[in-house]
Structure formats: C-alpha cells, structure tokens
Nanobody, 121 residues
Framework: QVQLVESGGDLVQPGGSLRLSCAASGSIFSINDMGWYRQAPGKQRELVAAITSGGTTNYADSVKGRFTISRDNAKNTVYLQMNSLKPEDTAVYYC???????????????WGKGTLVTVSS
C-alpha cells in the first residue's frame, strides 16, 4: 500500500519561510508528476505547484517567485520551499503524486492527509 506523508506545516509570521516535505512509501515501482495543493477554509482545493519526473515545474500565479518545488527521486520525496509568506497562504497543504505500484499496471493518483500552514502575526 502506497502512502504519502507530509510534514513541515507550522505557524509562521508574515514574511517568514517554511519548507514542506512529502515522502512516498510502499510498493512503489515508479512516480510521475508530484505536486502540492492547498485548501483554505471555505475555498476549493487549488494547485500550488507541480513537478514532473524530469524536473519541469509549474506554479500557480499567486506563488510564483515566492515558492519553489523540488524533488529527490532517490528518496521518493517532494519539497515545497515557501518564502515571503502572506496571510492568504494560510491553508492545509496536500501532497499529490502519480504512482505505479509494483504489482499494478497503471499509474494512480495518491494524496497525503495534509499539513496545516498558518501565516499570522
């Protein structure tokens, strides 16, 4: 069974920084795209940033220039470095990955349980 486990969420002041991590574990054969989504109270879940297995990245306009997504394929881990945080970045951040398990013939979508980021003074 594949699991995605996020870590790094915290309370931080406006202008501060945080680094989120998400590690995939289990019977993993291959991982395609990995990404971070977020959901603020009363709002729909939205894409924050994504990265392909080859390292191509994509960002929401609201975080461009402030957030950086990266991955360590050897560790099956994706990171989100968040700088210049704003109160509107407050949300639960979810990790997502397209994973092919050892005994499964196709890629499937997996989600972590989320980690809370609160930006407040």
């Amino acid at each position: 069974q594949v699991q995605l486990v996020e870590s790094g969420g915290d309370l931080v002041q406006p202008g501060g920084s945080l680094r989120l991590s998400c590690a995939a574990s289990g019977s993993i054969f291959s991982i395609n795209d990995m990404g971070w989504y977020r959901q603020a109270p009363g709002k729909q879940r939205e894409l924050v940033a994504a990265i392909t297995s080859g390292g191509t990245t994509n960002y929401a306009d609201s975080v461009k220039g402030r957030f950086t997504i990266s991955r360590d394929n050897a560790k099956n881990t994706v990171y989100l470095q968040m700088n210049s945080l704003k109160p509107e970045d407050t949300a639960v951040y979810y990790c997502n990955a397209e994973i092919k398990e050892v005994w499964v013939g196709k890629f499937m979508d997996y989600w972590g349980k989320g980690t809370l980021v609160t930006v407040s003074s």
